[in-house]
Every structure is written in C-alpha cells, then in structure tokens.
C-alpha cells in the first residue's frame, strides 16, 4: 500500500483562525490571521502582513484523539508517518472516513465558501511503485457536501537513473 499524508487546509480572506480549531476541534500545525505579521524566511524571504487567514491540520487518528498532546504533532512527525492509520487503510477508505467525522460541521464549511474560503484536503502519496487512486461516488459527494476541494500531490523518489 502507498503511504500517505493527509491534512485539512482552510484559506479565508479574514476568519480567525481559533474559530476553526474551535469548530473542527482539530489542531493546526499551521495557522495565521489576516493581516498578523509574516515573519521573514530564510535570506530572502520579505516581511510583511499576510493578506488572509490560513489553517492546516493533520487528519488521521492523531488527529481525532483529544488525549492526545497537541505538541506532539509537529511537521517532523508527520514526515516520520505518526499516524498509523494513514498506512493501515487504503486512501480512500481513510478520506472517506474523515469526511464522515467532518460532516457534522456541513453548516459551518458552507459559511466558509459563502465568505470566500477554499477548503481542500491535501493529500501526499509517496508511492514506492505502481500506484492507483479510486474515488468512489460516496467520497466525492461527501466531498462536494461540504464544499471541499481535493488537492493530491505524488512525491515519487527518483532511482538515480535520470537522464544528464
């Protein structure tokens, strides 16, 4: 089976960010107001205010488990496969799962779009060979009810057999 990551992305053009925490009870591993502060990256990254809300979360069972230590959900866990649930279920069966958890929240998303928001689950496939994704009818009503995009990203790993 494909590895694979999953996160939930809300762009909005002025929402505070901890309302979506609040309301998805998800935490965000990143996460900004519009109009906060953009701190500089790297040597030529520019400081500024960011034009709009931004908020990402990892989706899986870490996510889902309040027990569970916000802290402990870092951008290196993720890149190590913290959640083994992503690895136990075929990707679809996973998303579709994690729509069902998000539907209760159906009203919500649709203010989202009615506001001007983008919502999309981002996933990352890490194939280490032949691969293929089915998106079942279910999955992508559920996704069109409430108003989520999909957004699918492969990092194939190259064998070093490129051409020079």
């Not at 990256?41 to 931004?54: I, L, M, N, P, T």
């Not at 209760?104 to 996933?123: M, T, Y």
């Not at 990352?124 to 999955?139: I, K, Y």
């Not at 996704?143 to 999909?150: E, K």
Request: overall charge negative.
């Amino acid at each position: 089976m494909t590895p694979y990551t999953a996160f939930l992305r809300v762009r909005h053009p002025s929402i505070d960010p901890a309302l979506v925490t609040t309301t998805l009870g998800l935490t965000p591993i990143h996460a900004w107001a519009a109009g906060s502060v953009r701190e500089a990256v790297g040597a030529e990254g520019a400081r500024g205010r960011h034009s709009d809300s931004y908020w990402l979360a990892p989706l899986g069972d870490a996510a889902w488990q309040p027990a569970r230590s916000p802290a402990a959900v870092t951008a290196a866990a993720i890149g190590k496969g913290v959640w083994p649930l992503t690895r136990a279920l075929p990707l679809e069966a996973f998303l579709l799962g994690q729509l069902r958890l998000l539907m209760p929240n159906k009203a919500f998303f649709a203010r989202l779009k009615d506001e001007g928001a983008a919502c999309e689950l981002a996933v990352t496939l890490s194939p280490d060979e032949r691969w293929n994704v089915d998106l079942p009818p279910a999955l992508l009503r559920s996704l069109a009810d409430l108003n989520i995009g999909l957004s699918i990203e492969v990092n194939a790993e190259s064998d070093g057999d490129a051409d020079a």
